[in-house]
T-cell receptor, first 108, second 113 residues
Framework: GDSVTQMEGPVTLSEEAFLTINCTYT??????LFWYVQYPGEGLQLLLK?????DKGSNKGFEATYRKETTSFHLEKGSVQVSDSAVYFC???????FGKGTRLHILP | EPEVTQTPSHQVTQMGQEVILRCVPI?????FYWYRQILGQKVEFLVS????????KSEIFDDQFSVERPDGSNFTLKIRSTKLEDSAMYFC???????????FGPGTRLTVT
């Protein structure tokens, strides 16, 4: 059935490193795609979204492009900060499956 | 910016007791959800609610659970007889339309002793 596959964590990087967290989907149609972030001790919040193919979502230095040809929506950031340490989730627009997410840990 | 609020922030209860967790959605939102997250684990869908009815529920949402919107503002999750394994963070989320992004509350930490 339709699903999203997200990179397993944890991911540990040094500050200012380049980040990629992979997310691929299978779908018969063209779902909206999201990245949510959960900072320690907090609820989930929307980080960015894309509603159609070739859309690029961006926020707080993070970007993700909805690529129909590779069915992907990978999250990228050019230079991560310690404050980016959090858990990142990539659900579809049916939104029901958030899963474990990818835990990101940035070392100072 | 409008936000979803949840009360209480932390609830401690004894096994077998009933608890009610409350959520105040963003005022023009129509779709409501409950999720839970056991410490350090995945975010699990419990139930979605629209037009005063359950739209969808997971296998976790058994007869011990119920939801309602008693006064047109609060959206509540009731656990009838809590078990130790119900200890988790419970998050409420709301959206303005069916495929829009979800706005999450800060969560209620439920501890069952």
């Amino acid at each position: 059935g339709d699903s999203v596959t997200q990179m397993e964590g944890p991911v540990t990087l040094s500050e200012e490193a380049f980040l990629t967290i992979n997310c691929t989907y299978t779908a018969t149609g063209y779902p909206s795609l999201f990245w949510y972030v959960q900072y320690p001790g907090e609820g989930l919040q929307l980080l960015l979204k894309a509603t159609k193919a070739d859309d690029k979502g961006s926020n707080k230095g993070f970007e993700a492009t909805y690529r129909k040809e590779t069915t992907s929506f990978h999250l990228e950031k050019g230079s991560v900060q310690v404050s980016d340490s959090a858990v990142y989730f990539c659900p579809r627009d049916d939104k029901i499956i958030f899963g474990k997410g990818t835990r990101l840990h940035i070392l100072p | 910016e409008p936000e979803v609020t949840q009360t209480p922030s932390h609830q401690v209860t004894q096994m077998g007791q009933e608890v009610i967790l409350r959520c105040v959605p963003i005022s023009n939102h129509l779709y409501f959800y409950w999720y839970r997250q056991i410490l350090g684990q995945k975010v699990e869908f419990l139930v979605s609610f629209y037009n005063n009815e359950i739209s969808e529920k997971s296998e976790i949402f058994d007869d011990q659970f119920s939801v309602e919107r008693p006064d047109g503002s609060n959206f509540t999750l009731k656990i009838r007889s809590t078990k130790l394994e119900d200890s988790a963070m419970y998050f409420c989320a709301t959206t303005a339309w069916a495929s829009g992004e979800q706005y999450f509350g800060p969560g209620t930490r439920l501890t069952v002793t």
